[in-house]
Each structure stands twice: as C-alpha cells, then as structure tokens.
Nanobody, 125 residues
Framework: QVQLVESGGGLVQAGGSLRLSCTAS????????LGWFRQFPGKDYEFLAG????????YYADSVKGRFTISRDHAKRTVYLQMNSLKPEDTAVYFC??????????????????WGPGTQVTVSS
C-alpha cells in the first residue's frame, strides 16, 4: 500500500510561483499514474495533471495547461507540480493521489486512491 505526502504549499503573491512535491512511501506499482488535484472549500476535487510513475507521459486539465507542469523524480519517489503565474483563484488545498494504469487519462477523483493529506496554497492579490 502506497502512502503519499504533499509538501511545498504556502503563501505567495499573485504572479508568483510554487513547486509542490508529492513523496511516495511503501509499495507503488510501476504501472501507476500519479495525479494532482485541488479542492476549494465546499467543492469537489478538481483534476489538474497526471503523470506515469515510470515515464514522463503526462496530461493536464485545460484550465492549468501552460501554467502548471507535472514532473517526477523516480529515484526520489517524488512527483512535482510546478505552478507559475499564480492567481488568487488558485487558492485551494492541493492533493496528490494514485491510480492504476487502466485509468490513464482519467480526470475523475473517484478513479484515484491513496490520497495524501493535502497542502494549502494561498495566493494573495
């Protein structure tokens, strides 16, 4: 069973950047896909980006394409989310989660499991 822990959140001014990290411990299948989501208060999870655990293949939500970049360092067992040109409306709790290879390309939170506890990102205007 894999455990995921997010880090790197914090307070940033509009226009700034943050890099979030998601570090995996425990057993993670090589065929896994790791995804980033965010959640606004009282709202459902919003998919942001996904990447294969064993390759650089990735996919994005249209809402963040060009501003956010997902990457991974397999040796460090870590997946990153580089967020640039941040806006106050990006303020949310950010989560990473895992899904199987059969769900490659999925943007549905219900298809992902092993969620981390989340990290808060606050963008001030």
């Amino acid at each position: 069973q894999v455990q995921l822990v997010e880090s790197g959140g914090g307070l940033v001014q509009a226009g700034g950047s943050l890099r979030l990290s998601c570090t995996a411990s425990g057993r993670i299948l090589s065929s896994s896909t790791l995804g980033w989501f965010r959640q606004f208060p009282g709202k459902d999870y919003e998919f942001l980006a996904g990447i294969r655990w064993m390759s650089d293949s990735s996919y994005y939500a249209d809402s963040v394409k060009g501003r956010f970049t997902i990457s991974r360092d397999h040796a460090k067992r870590t997946v990153y989310l580089q967020m640039n040109s941040l806006k106050p409306e990006d303020t949310a709790v950010y989560f990473c989660a895992r899904t199987s290879s059969t769900n490659w390309g999925s943007r549905r939170a219900a298809d992902f499991g092993s969620w981390g506890p989340g990290t808060q990102v606050t963008v001030s205007s």
